[in-house]
């Protein structure tokens, strides 16, 4: 079992910047593909970005591309999101996600284990 606690969340003017971090237990953590999912109110759960398990590859949300960039760090079973530029459309609760499976999916319920989530307001 994995367990994902989120942090870093916040209130940003629009063009500021967030680094949201997931610290995950456990000594399996690179077996893992991880994902970042947002949800804002009345609406779906989306995938934001994807990285594989020991970060060979990453995926995003194409309204996210050139402002986001997942990271992880299997030493410290970490796994981050660095949002720059934000915009108020990216106000939503993040969570970050495991997969056990490498291969990239933008279904929520594919992955198996989840974190509680961490608020990102944006003001314009």
């Known amino acids: 079992q994995v367990q994902l606690v989120e942090s870093g969340g916040g209130l940003v003017q629009e063009g500021g910047s967030l680094k949201l971090s997931c610290a995950a237990s456990?000594?399996?953590?690179?077996?893992?593909?991880m994902g970042w999912f947002r949800q804002a109110p009345g609406k779906e759960r989306e995938i934001v970005a994807h990285i594989t398990k020991f970060a060979t590859t990453t995926r995003y949300l194409d309204s996210v591309k050139g402002r986001f960039i997942i990271s992880r760090d299997n030493a410290k079973n970490m796994v981050f999101l660095q949002m720059d530029s934000l915009k108020p459309e990216d106000t939503a609760v993040y969570y970050c996600?495991?997969?056990?499976?490498?291969?990239?999916?933008?279904?929520?319920?594919?992955?198996?284990?989840w974190g509680q989530g961490t608020q990102v307001t944006v003001s314009s």
């Open positions: 456990g000594r399996t953590f690179s077996s893992y593909a």
């Open positions: 996600a495991a997969r056990p499976s490498n291969s990239y999916s933008n279904t929520a319920n594919e992955y198996a284990y």
